[in-house]
């Protein structure tokens, strides 16, 4: 109620003055701390889509989602996690893991009409990790990996194991930074039977920081991205330099996903496309957590004249880059300019073609392959790849990985490589022969292929009869095998100078370049289709019955003549009922027994 | 007798040139009835493959052969028709040597027999002149030279070839009584495949027998005998265990071979038993009828010993059929071998139960052309059928056998206590 006053006063007011200094100072303080630890470290979000018109009139659109972390996240124990989605990296640091690729896929990309493709997945469901040299148990820590990522995608990934994982030797290498590259802790394996739904999308969507509510990822609704001729998601973790001088390591998450939209069953038939016509949404806003936030369209003229195609609204800036060999243009719309929403508060980009093009220059894509199942009955079968380099000068060599099912015996006798009609011996073989219900087998080959030609190879295989319980509830449905993998460093016509993929769009930067006379292109084939010989399921018993009666038929023959000796047969009585035959016979007046 | 035999083997070995020459080559080796995952000429070139590439043809599921054969087809892979036309000339000369040897030791028996009047009086018409023996060695060679089973088993270039050699080679051995390559020829055909291991009782009866050394097991001279054969017998399977593991510094031809052979993993159709039994069979009980279709082939040795110790190559004959019949990998190659002994029973049709002319279905399958429940039905009832026919032949000359020893002891023409006609029955 009333200030003391004199000298006790005077202690007292000072000694609440310091404490207050103190506590001020201790706020002040602690985040700075003691010990001097750091703060919470640094991430980045960076989002774009990619619109890119087919040569055949439809059009792909690519999302990328890149989150980049700057944490070590198996050295600390880290609990604060922001825009670095919390389930990820609970897994990296849990199972040691390098890097970690997934993809889940519907439909095929066909390379042919398409083009090459930035990011190509194989149908169905594709896993491949690499885990750090730190972890004992590699096969205990991938099925236990496997399982996580089936619950955390809702997809039956739990399906993987040890007879469809293969450990590749040359193909798959680190996409990340790499020290050690031992292929013993690399895990590699494919699900073609595995099918893509809006299950898949709805937690792959709950991963991004601001979800399916604002920023490009709003265009993300299911029922036209499962409206496509391809829809294919995809997840990849790995390590990147922090800075120039990589000395320490941040973690990136790439989200990918490319959709390609068919110009006859979307467009009705014509080649205008339109945001709104293609994900019956605009773009409103970015994502306030993103850093960058963009929309590249791919304007690149094909022919001499100029533009045909026709963007609305008009870009800002048009950025140019040479991908994958060839100099394209792209008209960039950034979201997070306050230009761009001045005119409307949605962006639609639109797309129009200024004249009606009968066919557009189809630039057949320096590499591509086919893959088919010959051959006839349900006894053997050839699987006969095809690669095409349609290169004119330059020759290149590529790795072809198979991974066939045990129940397919391959015969690596019968493999026949053939160019131009002469024989092609692959420089680098590895096979490695399937055990029965244990493993897959595993053929890795590094072939040359020669400037402008077909390359053929063929191998002879035996289908197995599996037991009957082994068998899918739709036998007569087939057996996938899946798709084959061709990793080659393409040569480039033009060169290619490395930039900095901090700055530049995130599509040019998802495979390390290595240097700028070739890129880096990693291909599928098509996933095969086979049939295997089927047991009668309907009749287990009988088979039992039938084959138990022929062993005792043995048993019994042989049981009687060993234990049995021969008897000089004794006339007998007769039981009643031989007598009352013989009754009857004397009415007769035929001889009795 | 050797030109004939001669001849024989020129015509054999031209009809298999020829057909080595044609189309047919192919397209026998890949029937199912001929080639086994065991024995299939396409896996040994498999195998061979993968060893130039560096990988062990041991660590797939591919290639089940032993090393030895490896070992041979290293060298010998460019003449591998030679090898197996040569191998079934060698299989057919040493059953010619066997039987001939064989025929003079029956006769000498049947003659001590009559001399001390065991037999009865009236059973003229059963005893075996030298004139009705003279040409069963060469029927027994011709008989496998000539039987279509061993030509399309040549074609095919199964190695089932060279097991069959390996037995015929151990049948002379054990005839000739040579204890040693008796039991180094029997210790070759175990590590091969693993069944002829029951062939170790004959050939130990037969050799005690013309050692004059009765079956008594209180008897000191039998005892020691038998272990003397079993310690070779297990010595030299030993040594070539060994030096097999040094050929390939491992010991995984074992998993993978016997492995195999035992467990029956693989369900490739063939003539056998096992492989749609097992397709259709409850993953609980596998286990169970594995080992219960097993110890059915090892099973009826013992009895047949009790049975037939005084006829020891009789015994010989009824094991190689249960082998070839219930083995969990047959082919017509394994048939061919005892079919080839066929003519040395001949004699007995006079007793036979049924009259079979051991003509057997000619094989074809439907296999590789139709994918439907119903071929596949067919072709298990015909694996069936064909494993019954073989039963009801063996059964039949086993039971023609003891009959016919009846007769010889007891008389041919059985006269009931009041002078009818007396049946004879299996009590």
Redesign the interface.
Known sequence: PHWVSGPEAEVQRMAWAVAAVLGLLLLLGSPGGCGGSPGPPRDSLREELLLSPLPSGDIAATFQFRARWDSELHREGVSHYRLFPKALGQLISKYLVRELHLSLTQGFWRTRTWGQPYLQAPAGAELWVWFQDSVTDVDKAWKELSNILSGIFCASLNFIDSTNTVTPTASFKPLGLANVTDHHLLRYAVLPREIVCTENLTPWKKLLPCSSKAGLAVLLKAERLFHTSYHSQAVHIRPICRDASCLSVSWELRQTLTVVFDTFSIGQGKRDWSLFKMFSRTVTEACPLASESKIYVDISSKTQENELLEVTPPPLSVHEASVQGDRRTYAVYDLLSPLLFNVSRSLNVQLKWKRPQDSLDLSTPVLHAQRYVSGYGLQTGEISTLIYNTHPYRAFPVILLETVPWYLRLYVHTLVITTKGKENKPSYIHYQPAQDRRRPHLLEMLIQLPANSVTKITIQFERALLKWTEYTPDPNHGFYVSPSVLSALVPSVLAMKAEDAEKSPLFTSLFPSADGSSYFVRLYTEPLLVNLPTPDFSMPYNVICLTCTVVAVCYGSFYNLLTRTFHVEEPSRGGLAKRLANIIRKVRGVPPL | MAAPLVLGILVAVTVRAVLYRSSLAGFIS?R?EVASPLNAW?RV??G???LD?G?SPY????FHETPLIIYLFHFLIEYSELVFMITDVLTAVALYLAVQDFNKVVFKKQKLLIELDRYASDVAELIRTPMEMHYIPLKVALFYLLNPYTVMSCVAKSTCAINNTVIAFFILATIKGSTLLSAIFLSIATYQSLYPLTLFAPALLYLLQRQFIPVKLKSKDFWLYTTQYAALYLCSLVVIVCLSFFLLNSWDFIPSVYGFILSV?????NIG?F?????????HF?LFFVCV?QI?VFF?TI??A??LKEHPIFFLFIQLA?IS??KSYPTVGDVALYMAFLPLWSHLYRCKFFVFDSSHPHPHSP???L?S?TT??YC??YT?YI??LQ??LI?DY??AF??RE?YLTHGLY?T?KDGTE??????
């Open positions: 890949e199912v396409k070139v498999e061979l493959a993968l590439l990988v660590s797939g599921d591919v993993p693989d369900l490739t159709p038993l492989w749609y039994f097992f397709a259709e069979m409850f993953e596998s279709f059915n009826y009895p047949l009790v049975k249960i019949i219930f296999w590789g052309t994918n429940n596949d039905v298990v009832t069936l494993s019954l039963i009801l059964s086993f039971y003891l009959r009846y059985l009931r007396a049946m004879l029955v299996l009590k």
